[in-house]
């Protein structure tokens, strides 16, 4: 690969993680992140239980689980991804309590997180208080009584659509895609809200993904009629209890974070005061990478986000890109392989991994479209396996991203430990990277092809449309 733009070294600081141990020249471990997520999508808490040592085997330290409430029961109390049933239906909260009949119950969650602490892998929840279920007329009962009723539960715009995102006070206050809008700052519904959030701590939760956070009000937004304070988030994260409950377990414990989708008035920087955040820009700027088969245009350095980098999440696709619009579904697996390679060799940024249906292709999205199936092999595939190693053995490292004159191959080196490199060309390619990597022959983890270091150039040749990791 010659004449070689560099692009970046960095060496930022770290939020809340250690990055290993010292190298043997002394030197001290440089700041980064080193969790992986697989999200589980969909998988029952019994399906992950079932494969925590894949799992663990593949590199992946937490797991996402879908969301764990009540919910909405499908047509003919069908168990499909889209048909009788669907996914989102466990996004249609009927009340706060663990349990819902396509994931699995207390109990089992219970099981799940248990078995999982034995392989060190931490189980977070998506939760979602923003809204309920469509259909108001299965909120539970219990619900109700503890909130105060049903006009007490909503804010007072929470049946009225949103019809301006960017407009703070509908965006967190109004209708989203007919789910109704919850009074979140109502604390009968905060204090009943946190008696769930404490029970999947008890349960052996060790974090959460807030679904919708950007549609719950922060103390620089404007008020609902019906609230004296926008102090939800201050209440979800424990800086304050409400009617005499609190967060159980101390934030800087648990791993957190908000999908915060950007846009042109979401309030990144104050969110990122609570909570990790999506990198959902870099995602989308990832993608038009991968399609085109080029960087042409698109700079990889730049995180689209005004939030620091080691404060991000970050995906290739999510659930979302996938399912509502189908924008990444027509990407092929060992593409998107190839965009995690980058993600997970990065030195900031924790990556999610989503995990497809089982049985999809670029024709049928939904594959054998069965809720609470594990997902397809992608997220144990080889190429992704030897990335999420790559990270861990990098850890403690700086990190040098390259990308090569004709913006096809990317490369990114840990601290002169290892590299990993993408094609993203449908050609062969030669290599030609500069690198600090010491004089000799490596082997490549994916493929077992042999490359050369010699007075600072990497050589070896690379397949189309691949990935290489040497250290």
Same mark, same amino acid.
């Given at each position: 690969?010659?004449?070689?733009?560099?692009?970046?070294?960095?060496?930022?600081?770290?939020?809340?993680?250690?990055?290993?141990?010292?190298?043997?020249?002394?030197?001290?471990?440089? &700041?980064?992140?080193?969790?992986?997520?697989?999200?589980?999508?969909?998988?029952?808490?019994?399906?992950?239980?079932?494969?925590?040592?894949?799992?663990?085997?593949?590199?992946?330290?937490?797991?996402?689980?879908?969301?764990?409430?009540?919910?909405?029961?499908?047509?003919?109390?069908?168990?499909?991804?889209?048909?009788?049933?669907?996914?989102?239906?466990?996004?249609?909260?009927?009340?706060?309590?663990?349990?819902?009949?396509?994931?699995?119950?207390?109990?089992?969650?219970?099981?799940?997180?248990?078995?999982?602490?034995?392989?060190?892998?931490?189980?977070?929840?998506?939760?979602?208080?923003?809204?309920?279920?469509?259909?108001?007329?299965?909120?539970?009962?219990?619900?109700?009584?503890?909130?105060?009723?049903?006009?007490?539960?909503?804010?007072?715009?929470?049946?009225?659509?949103?019809?301006?995102?960017?407009?703070?006070?509908?965006?967190?206050?109004?209708?989203?895609?007919?789910?109704? &809008?919850?009074?979140?700052?109502?604390?009968?519904?905060?204090?009943?809200?946190?008696?769930?959030?404490?029970?999947?701590?008890?349960?052996?939760?060790?974090?959460?993904?807030?679904?919708?956070?950007?549609?719950?009000?922060?103390?620089?937004?404007?008020?609902?009629?019906?609230?004296?304070?926008?102090?939800?988030?201050?209440?979800?994260?424990?800086?304050?209890?409400?009617?005499?409950?609190?967060?159980?377990?101390?934030?800087?414990?648990?791993?957190?974070?908000?999908?915060?989708?950007?846009?042109?008035?979401?309030?990144?920087?104050?969110?990122?005061?609570?909570?990790?955040?999506?990198?959902?820009?870099?995602?989308?700027?990832?993608?038009?990478?991968?399609?085109?088969?080029?960087?042409?245009?698109?700079?990889?350095?730049?995180?689209?986000?005004?939030?620091?980098?080691?404060?991000?999440?970050?995906?290739?696709?999510?659930?979302?890109?996938?399912?509502?619009?189908?924008?990444?579904?027509?990407?092929?697996?060992?593409?998107?392989?190839?965009?995690?390679?980058?993600?997970?060799?990065?030195?900031?940024?924790?990556?999610?991994?989503?995990?497809?249906?089982?049985?999809?292709?670029?024709?049928?999205?939904?594959?054998?479209?069965?809720?609470?199936?594990?997902?397809?092999?992608?997220?144990?595939?080889?190429?992704?396996?030897?990335?999420?190693?790559?990270?861990?053995?990098?850890?403690?490292?700086?990190?040098?991203?390259?990308?090569?004159? &004709?913006?096809?191959?990317?490369?990114?080196?840990?601290?002169?430990?290892?590299?990993?490199?993408?094609?993203?060309?449908?050609?062969?390619?030669?290599?030609?990277?500069?690198?600090?990597?010491? &004089?000799?022959?490596?082997?490549?983890?994916?493929?077992?092809?042999?490359?050369?270091?010699?007075?600072?150039?990497?050589?070896?040749?690379?397949?189309?449309?691949?990935?290489?990791?040497?250290?």
């Amino acid at each position: 690969m010659k004449n070689l733009k560099l692009i970046l070294i960095a060496a930022l600081g770290l939020l809340g993680v250690s990055c290993g141990n010292k190298s043997a020249e002394n030197v001290p471990a440089a &700041d980064c992140n080193n969790d992986i997520i697989l999200h589980a999508w969909s998988w029952s808490f019994n399906t992950i239980k079932e494969n925590l040592k894949e799992i663990a085997d593949a590199g992946y330290t937490i797991v996402q689980t879908s969301p764990a409430n009540t919910c909405i029961e499908g047509e003919n109390a069908g168990m499909q991804l889209f048909g009788e049933g669907k996914w989102y239906y466990h996004y249609q909260p009927t009340d706060w309590k663990i349990g819902n009949y396509q994931l699995g119950t207390r109990d089992e969650f219970i099981a799940l997180c248990a078995e999982a602490k034995k392989y060190g892998i931490k189980i977070i929840v998506d939760v979602l208080p923003n809204h309920t279920a469509i259909d108001r007329s299965k909120v539970k009962a219990d619900l109700l009584n503890a909130v105060g009723g049903m006009d007490n539960l909503y804010h007072a715009n929470g049946l009225t659509p949103i019809t301006d995102y960017n407009d703070r006070m509908q965006c967190t206050t109004g209708e989203m895609g007919g789910l109704p &809008d919850v009074n979140t700052e109502n604390p009968d519904f905060q204090h009943y809200y946190m008696l769930y959030v404490n029970d999947l701590l008890a349960c052996g939760a060790r974090g959460f993904r807030y679904d919708t956070a950007k549609h719950i009000g922060l103390p620089s937004d404007p008020l609902d009629p019906k609230a004296k304070e926008n102090d939800f988030w201050d209440i979800a994260t424990g800086r304050k209890e409400v009617k005499g409950v609190k967060l159980a377990l101390p934030m800087d414990s648990l791993f957190v974070y908000g999908e915060v989708l950007q846009d042109k008035n979401t309030k990144e920087t104050e969110y990122a005061e609570y909570m990790g955040l999506v990198a959902s820009n870099f995602g989308g700027k990832l993608r038009k990478v991968l399609n085109s088969r080029s960087t042409a245009g698109e700079d990889l350095l730049d995180w689209s986000h005004p939030v620091e980098a080691k404060k991000l999440i970050t995906w290739v696709e999510s659930h979302d890109t996938y399912c509502n619009a189908h924008e990444s579904a027509s990407i092929d697996d060992n593409v998107i392989a190839l965009g995690w390679v980058f993600l997970t060799a990065r030195q900031f940024g924790t990556p999610l991994f989503y995990s497809r249906p089982d049985g999809r292709t670029p024709e049928n999205y939904w594959g054998n479209n069965l809720i609470g199936a594990r997902g397809n092999d992608s997220f144990k595939s080889p190429v992704v396996v030897e990335a999420n190693k790559f990270r861990h053995a990098m850890a403690g490292t700086t990190e040098n991203v390259q990308v090569s004159a &004709d913006s096809t191959i990317v490369s990114v080196e840990r601290g002169g430990k290892g590299i990993a490199i993408i094609n993203l060309a449908e050609n062969e390619a030669e290599a030609g990277i500069a690198t600090t990597l010491p &004089d000799g022959t490596y082997t490549d983890k994916v493929s077992g092809s042999e490359f050369s270091v010699n007075k600072g150039t990497l050589a070896g040749k690379l397949a189309p449309l691949s990935a290489v990791i040497i250290y």
